[in-house]
């Protein structure tokens, strides 16, 4: 497969978004001191930071400083927090036009989703929510990569989804840029060395394919139809499919948002939950920690 130079100068993830990714799949969030583990990264613990006051809720009104509030948080929370900001930071390198930034809203409603619909089901949600956040990887490098031509195409993908017209976005990008989207992300993901397990979330759906990881495929492809039902979709005008049938794939899943008054009901909690966490990473909202001291080493998570 020939790579477009474009593709390959992209800047890769940096090397502690790799290293807990490889933690969240090995299961070994818990166990590590996470706290000392970001201690080498001041601007990315600042960050974290900002977002953990919102994210906290009630305790953070309890919180007289940084340190405590971390102390009450989960190190599950604390690796969702740093993963999430560390694909929020990168996006805001990488991506320029303006026009992409619906990118983000995208995937965290995504990773929010995942996490929703493996709740019930007893999964680990902290692995469906980074699934959910990175699944699409190939499509951010191409909108990375030619942010321009990636915006036009989504504009006349759109306008032929309102139209009802037949459209193959797959062929078209091949037709653009050399690959589409998925052959895009499994070059991605060699060459920027991402673990394993994510492999097999980020190329072409196909539970046939992806062995052991066929559960956490269904899972994200089911989350992400929850969220472009919700109405965070990245392409608008494509047809949204309807939350219980996409909930009642899984047994678990249905049960479990049945027991709200409606499905209406269910619907408006589970876009509550996406407009919250869009809340907690908006990039321009002023500092939560202004003035809070940060961690001291030692300190565990």
């Known amino acids: 497969m020939t790579v477009p130079s474009s593709i390959q100068r992209l800047e890769p ?3 502690i978004a790799v290293e807990l990714l490889d933690r969240i799949a090995s299961h070994t969030v818990e166990e590590a001191n996470l706290l000392s583990f970001l201690q080498a990264q001041p601007d990315l613990l600042a960050e974290i930071l900002h977002v953990a006051m919102p994210a ?34 990168y996006l805001r390198r990488t991506i320029s036009n303006s026009d992409d930034q619906r990118y983000w809203r995208y995937i965290l409603a995504c990773a929010v989703c995942c996490e929703q619909v493996a709740l019930p089901r007893r999964e680990d949600i902290l692995l469906a ?10 499509r951010m490098a191409l ?23 037949p459209f193959d976005i797959l062929e078209h ?25 994510l492999r097999a979330i980020v190329g072409k759906f196909d539970q046939r394919a992806n062995g052991d990881h066929a559960q956490l495929v269904a899972t994200v492809r089911a989350g992400t139809s929850l969220a472009h039902s919700l109405g965070f979709g990245y392409l608008t005008a494509a047809p949204r499919g309807d939350i219980r049938k996409i909930l009642g794939r899984f047994e678990d899943a249905d049960k479990h948002w049945k027991v709200l008054d409606s499905w209406e009901y269910a619907e408006e909690n589970m876009r509550g939950k996406v407009l919250s966490c869009l809340r907690w990473y908006a990039a321009d909202d002023p500092p939560a920690f202004a003035g809070m001291a940060a961690p001291t080493k030692g300190t565990t998570a």
């Open 56 to 89: 906290a809720g009630p305790a953070a009104e309890e919180t007289q400083d940084a340190q405590s509030l971390l102390k009450r948080m989960s190190s599950r929370k604390i690796a969702e927090i740093s993963m999430t900001v560390l694909v929020g930071s």
């Open 173 to 197: 990008e091949r037709l653009l840029f050399g690959l589409d989207h998925f052959e895009t992300a499994i070059w991605i993901a060699g060459a920027w060395k991402l673990p394993s397990w």
């Open 143 to 165: 909108i990375a990569a030619y942010p321009d031509r990636y915006s036009n195409l989504l504009t006349l993908t759109d306008r032929m989804f309102a139209a009802e017209e």
């Open 13 to 15: 993830l940096p090397a």
């Open 129 to 138: 929510y980074t699934a959910g956040l990175f699944h699409d990887i190939g």
